[in-house]
């Protein structure tokens, strides 16, 4: 690490710009920015907004708070006490917390965010940046709100364009053949997921107090949109959980702890690779449940009950048109318009009237 430039009350590190002052005897440190110029302009401006606080012509600004310890806050005060997915932004500002380390909150501006973001895109996917980036924007919102700060830096931060070209859907044949390379406790799990698209989430945290074999259905409490819901089970379904032992509260529990299985990952990857099954995720059984069912001609009202989707909108993401669907459709057509031709073309069949002529009274 290089030594620091030193002037009066900013000082250069590493390419950065600080501020180092004191106001009333207080010490005040700042980010400057990222030029000696743009330090010297700050501090001019900060020395003034600290002027006008002592003239009474404005209020006090709040006590500054370091990046990770709001980000520390947000995730007890609002996200475990808000959100059910609460465990995905404790990993986001996993990662997060390594780059805006040692940074006030108030430092973090919107060309800081896309440092970050160029970062993380060479190391992750889109759409992994994108869930980072929406939970900064969330935390930063807050501070908004909460007085922190007077507006968010993320305000005009844009997200990446995620290629939704991963999702895959499972041919009928790729079906039959991965339920077959399962062994043990995946195979039920595998036929759960595709005879009624529950998430991998609901099926691992599955309770046989919520399994009626005599209603036939699964009951979900806990579900992501935040309402309980009912799925109906098929007879598949019903036959893959009847065998299975109750030794557990659990449906799906580890022998050891007798708790619920965390991950499927390596199970799940096994029977892929043996049946030469590419570029699946566990996900994907979800949207081929989706599909399948709209191919049967089930409703997306009904399909979007299942499922548990907030919206006939998600549910539009989930079912995707095969070829094969796309194809049937098409000939659907074809056969609407050979009926209606040939209708036209049938000679109609001539109506003779016939007129009862009284004959003439020639008597007259």
């Not at 010297?40 to 606080?53: G, H, I, M, V």
């Not at 807050?142 to 939704?164: C, H, I, Q, T, Y």
Request: charged residues 35%; proline residues 4%.
């Amino acid at each position: 690490m290089g030594k620091p430039k030193k002037e009066k009350n900013i000082k250069s590190l590493n390419g950065k710009w600080y501020l180092d002052f004191t106001f009333n005897k207080k010490r005040i440190r700042r980010f400057g920015g990222y030029t000696k110029e743009q330090a010297k302009n700050r501090l001019a401006k900060l020395r003034l907004e600290k002027l006008d606080e002592q003239l009474g012509f404005k209020k006090p600004e709040r006590e500054d708070v370091s990046f990770e310890k709001f980000a520390d806050d947000f995730i007890n005060l609002y996200s475990k006490q808000n959100k059910k997915s609460w465990g995905r932004d404790e990993t986001s500002l996993k990662n997060l917390k390594p780059f805006f380390k040692g940074r006030m909150l108030r430092d973090v501006g919107p060309e800081l965010v896309e440092r970050y973001k160029a970062k993380r895109k060479a190391e992750v996917s889109p759409a992994t940046v994108n869930r980072e980036i929406a939970f900064l924007k969330t935390m930063f919102n807050k501070a908004v709100e909460w007085g922190r700060l007077e507006s968010s830096p993320l305000k005009n931060v844009k997200k990446f364009r995620e290629d939704n070209g991963r999702e895959r859907i499972l041919t009928n044949e790729e079906t039959i053949r991965l339920v077959e390379a399962a062994n043990g406790h995946l195979r039920p799990i595998l036929i759960i997921a595709l005879n009624t698209g529950m998430r991998r989430g609901e099926i691992l945290g599955l309770k046989w107090e919520n399994v009626k074999l005599s209603k036939r259905c699964i009951h979900i409490e806990d579900s992501k949109a935040g309402k309980p819901r009912s799925i109906p089970m098929n007879g598949l379904v019903i036959e893959a959980v009847s065998i299975i032992p109750q030794n557990s509260e659990y449906v799906f529990y580890n022998p050891r702890t007798k708790g619920p299985i965390q991950d499927v990952k390596t199970a799940f990857k096994t029977a892929c690779e043996k049946m030469r099954i590419k570029g699946l995720r566990f996900h994907d059984l979800r949207h081929t449940a989706a599909t399948r069912m709209v191919e049967a001609g089930v409703d997306l009202v009904t399909v979007s009950k299942i499922l548990g989707h907030s919206s006939i909108q998600m549910t539009m993401r989930y079912a995707h048109p095969t070829p094969e669907n796309m194809r049937r459709a098409v000939e659907k057509l074809g056969e609407f318009y050979e009926q209606t031709r040939q209708k036209l073309d049938t000679p109609t069949e001539e109506v003779t009237i016939k007129r009862t002529v009284k004959p003439l009274n020639t008597d007259n």
